[in-house]
């Protein structure tokens, strides 16, 4: 190839103008097989040759468990993520459940609590049960007041 | 992981203490439920259903301090014989769980004995407990509700000494 057409080539490589097919031109001229580029121009051959060689590389096998291991995972943690994953969704639904039936179950079984199934009312009327709380509560009062008064006649 | 462990422990923590509220089978129940048929005994009920109903007797003639009482009771339960008054104060007292129930007040006034215990949640009273013997007979009252002992107290006092009277009259039927 001509001296003057590498170096206009050149020239426009510095400028960043050159087309695809320009720049391998001047890689084959600098680099390619049976290259002899004129001795003015040697100096830049080191760069084409560079490119060249970079090009070359190609990552190993071990690349991707090289980068894995640099990063600091290994494959199986991946897999754990995962199932952490699915465990907590079903600990959630789980929990979920769990508090929805404590809402849906409390309602009805409260008045369990005070509720004694065995024992009958007494009392149809109204009326008559209350004259029975009322007289259940003033006796209960009064052995309470009773009680009240035996502790402050001791504390005189 | 430990955190969803923390949550499921959490949550059946909370599930069995419900579900042992559920369960609960007092001691007093099985109590009055041992003698509500036997004859010896006359037994008085008023259920949480009687208590709502309560509203539609006439209230005219009763003082508000025994209305404001009244409608913070759920239950009222009353049993009481003429036999044997010890044997079942001794029975009664035995049956009594002590961790649930704490002595309130005991009177002993010659051969009557009378014992007030409570069922206490938090600040509130929610059950009251009064266990009497006597050479008249033995009595086992249990009111289950929000109970102010100071208002309770005071239902005997405003009523005087008629009250007391007619009170003394009453226990005897």
Same mark, same amino acid.
């Not at chain 1, 199934?117 to 209960?140: M, S, Y």
């Not at chain 2, 009763?62 to 759920?74: A, E, F, M, W």
């Not at chain 2, 009481?80 to 002595?103: G, H, L, N, Q, V």
């Given at each position: 190839?001509?001296k003057?057409?590498?170096?206009?080539?050149?020239?426009?490589?510095?400028?960043?103008e050159?087309?695809?097919?320009?720049?391998?031109?001047?890689?084959?001229?600098?680099?390619?097989p049976?290259a002899?580029p004129?001795?003015?121009?040697?100096q830049?051959?080191t760069?084409?040759?560079?490119?060249a060689e970079e090009?070359?590389?190609?990552p190993?096998?071990?690349?991707?468990?090289?980068i894995?291991?640099?990063?600091g /995972?290994?494959?199986?943690?991946?897999?754990k /993520?995962?199932?952490?994953?699915?465990?907590l969704t079903?600990?959630?639904? /789980?929990?979920?459940?769990?508090?929805?039936s404590?809402f849906?179950l409390?309602?009805?079984?409260?008045?369990?609590?005070?509720?004694t199934?065995?024992?009958?009312e007494t009392?149809?009327d109204?009326q008559?049960?209350l004259?029975?709380?009322?007289h259940?509560?003033?006796?209960?009062s009064?052995?309470l007041?009773?009680?009240?008064?035996?502790?402050?006649?001791?504390r005189? | 992981?430990?955190?969803?462990?923390r949550?499921?422990?959490?949550?059946?923590t909370l599930?069995?203490?419900?579900?042992?509220?559920?369960?609960?089978?007092?001691?007093?129940?099985k109590?009055?439920?041992?003698?509500?048929?036997?004859?010896?005994?006359?037994v008085v009920?008023?259920?949480p259903? &009687?208590?709502?109903?309560?509203?539609?007797?006439n209230?005219?003639?009763?003082p508000?301090?025994?209305?404001?009482?009244?409608s913070?009771?759920?239950?009222l339960?009353?049993?009481?014989?003429?036999?044997?008054?010890?044997?079942?104060?001794e029975?009664a007292?035995?049956?009594?769980?002590?961790?649930?129930y704490?002595?309130?007040i005991?009177i002993?006034d010659?051969?009557?004995?009378?014992?007030?215990?409570?069922?206490?949640?938090?600040n509130?009273?929610s059950?009251?407990? &009064?266990?009497?013997?006597?050479?008249d007979?033995?009595?086992l009252?249990?009111?289950?509700?929000d109970?102010?002992?100071?208002?309770?107290s005071?239902?005997?006092?405003?009523?005087?000494?008629?009250?007391?009277?007619n009170?003394?009259?009453?226990?005897?039927?």
């Amino acid at each position: 190839m001509e001296k003057a057409m590498i170096k206009a080539l050149l020239e426009k490589y510095w400028q960043a103008e050159t087309t695809v097919e320009e720049e391998k031109a001047l890689s084959e001229y600098f680099s390619g097989p049976g290259a002899n580029p004129d001795p003015e121009l040697t100096q830049y051959r080191t760069i084409f040759d560079y490119y060249a060689e970079e090009a070359q590389v190609a990552p190993g096998p071990d690349f991707e468990a090289r980068i894995l291991r640099y990063v600091g /995972i290994t494959e199986t943690p991946v897999r754990k /993520i995962h199932s952490f994953r699915i465990g907590l969704t079903s600990a959630a639904a /789980i929990i979920t459940a769990i508090t929805i039936s404590l809402f849906l179950l409390k309602p009805a079984n409260t008045p369990r609590i005070v509720q004694t199934p065995t024992i009958k009312e007494t009392f149809d009327d109204p009326q008559q049960a209350l004259a029975a709380v009322r007289h259940a509560l003033l006796i209960a009062s009064t052995h309470l007041n009773e009680g009240r008064k035996q502790l402050t006649d001791k504390r005189r | 992981m430990k955190k969803i462990f923390r949550h499921l422990t959490f949550a059946l923590t909370l599930l069995l203490a419900t579900t042992s509220i559920f369960a609960q089978d007092d001691a007093i129940g099985k109590f009055f439920g041992k003698y509500v048929d036997d004859s010896r005994f006359s037994v008085v009920s008023v259920g949480p259903k &009687m208590f709502r109903l309560l509203s539609k007797a006439n209230w005219d003639t009763i003082p508000s301090d025994v209305k404001q009482t009244v409608s913070r009771l759920q239950s009222l339960r009353i049993l009481s014989t003429e036999t044997t008054p010890a044997r079942f104060y001794e029975e009664a007292m035995s049956r009594i769980d002590r961790k649930e129930y704490e002595e309130l007040i005991t009177i002993r006034d010659n051969k009557d004995k009378v014992r007030f215990m409570i069922k206490s949640s938090g600040n509130k009273i929610s059950e009251l407990l &009064m266990i009497a013997a006597g050479e008249d007979g033995f009595t086992l009252m249990s009111f289950v509700g929000d109970i102010d002992l100071d208002k309770l107290s005071r239902l005997s006092t405003d009523m005087g000494i008629k009250g007391m009277e007619n009170l003394k009259n009453a226990k005897r039927k």
